[in-house]
């Protein structure tokens, strides 16, 4: 305890561009994150230590979440898109902590869903949501993350899988053309291939070898300077990326949907598509989207969210030690 308050809990979202920490009290939002890029740190152990010297708390925190853009299968952990890897054992001792919960990234952001202010998201499409019904999560960023949240009687139960790399299933001849191109770089062409940083330049330059105009690689844009081009309309390959891009994020969603039976919403996180802004093409992704035949009238009701909130991980992590406080874990 520190002047009568209960001392701090860590709360950390580590991606493999950045990575966010943050002190949470129990009971309380997480406070105001520390951003650290990932590549400034040798391993997660000197992030930590780096992001608690620049928060300045009176009191070390002794319980710790970490959510992290991997597989969390057993004691050692490797990201996905970072060379970072660690045992969480070991990591555990080295800062000190009591407690240590480590979870994958997306697990987190389904735990934050019902946490979320009509602030915090931005509704695209669809109904109201029905009552304690699964919530789906989908995220394009430096990959692609996917989770979803069941109803439980206790609560709710959060899903941890991979499904940013099931397969990429094309919905039309332009998109089967994209798959093409992109079977020849990739032995396996999935979601995240698309629908991601990475993925908005393989769509540009899977675009531009259709039409004739593929670029040297030192000429292919940036994610960040597709997204910049198609919101200023200077770069029809670029919007024809953007477009692409909402059209594969609406298909995905609304696969995911009908997979999780999510009624209560589909959720749509990861940091390219807040970015967007205007680019981003609602009508196209709800198109595609309630495009599922003879169950377009079952989708059709369910909405669908961009989630705006800064750290909804951080959230989602803040609850999971609140629950394990109350169970005792």
Not at 209 to 214: K, T
Not at 302 to 311: H, M, S
């Amino acid at each position: 305890m520190s002047g009568g308050r209960p001392r701090p809990r860590l709360v950390a979202d580590i991606g493999a561009t950045n990575a966010r920490f943050a002190l949470q009290r129990p009971g309380g939002r997480p406070e105001a994150p520390v951003v650290l890029p990932v590549a400034e740190h040798g391993d997660i152990e000197a992030a930590v230590r780096a992001a608690l010297a620049l928060a300045g708390s009176e009191a070390e925190p002794v319980f710790a979440a970490l959510a992290v853009a991997a597989p969390v299968l057993g004691d050692r952990v490797e990201m996905t898109n970072h060379p970072w890897c660690f045992s969480r054992e070991a990591l555990r001792r080295a800062l000190g902590l009591e407690r240590l919960l480590v979870v994958n990234d997306f697990t987190a952001i389904a735990l934050s869903l019902p946490r979320l202010g009509k602030r915090e998201r931005r509704q695209v499409g669809g109904g109201k949501p029905a009552p304690r019904a699964p919530f789906a999560v989908l995220g394009p960023g430096t990959g692609l993350g996917v989770s979803g949240l069941l109803p439980t009687a206790d609560g709710w139960a959060p899903l941890a899988g991979e499904g940013g790399h099931i397969d990429l299933a094309p919905g039309d001849e332009r998109e089967l053309a994209i798959l093409e191109r992109l079977r020849r770089r990739f032995d396996h062409v999935s979601l995240e291939r698309v629908l991601s940083g990475p993925g908005l330049v393989n769509l540009y330059r899977a675009l531009a070898e259709i039409a004739g105009e593929a670029p040297a690689d030192a000429g292919t844009p940036s994610a960040e300077e597709i997204t910049a081009r198609a919101r200023a309309g200077t770069c029809r390959l670029c919007k024809a990326a953007v477009e692409a891009f909402c059209g594969l994020l609406g298909a995905a969603a609304g696969d995911l949907a009908l997979t999780l039976g999510a009624r209560g919403g589909v959720y749509i996180a990861g940091g390219i598509v807040p970015k967007l802004g205007p680019a981003f093409d609602a009508d196209r992704f709800r198109r595609r989207f309630e495009a599922k035949g003879r169950f377009r009238a079952y989708l059709e009701p369910i909405p669908a969210y961009v989630v705006t909130a800064g750290a909804p991980a951080l959230l989602g992590l803040a609850s999971l030690l609140d629950d394990a406080d109350a169970a005792g874990a």
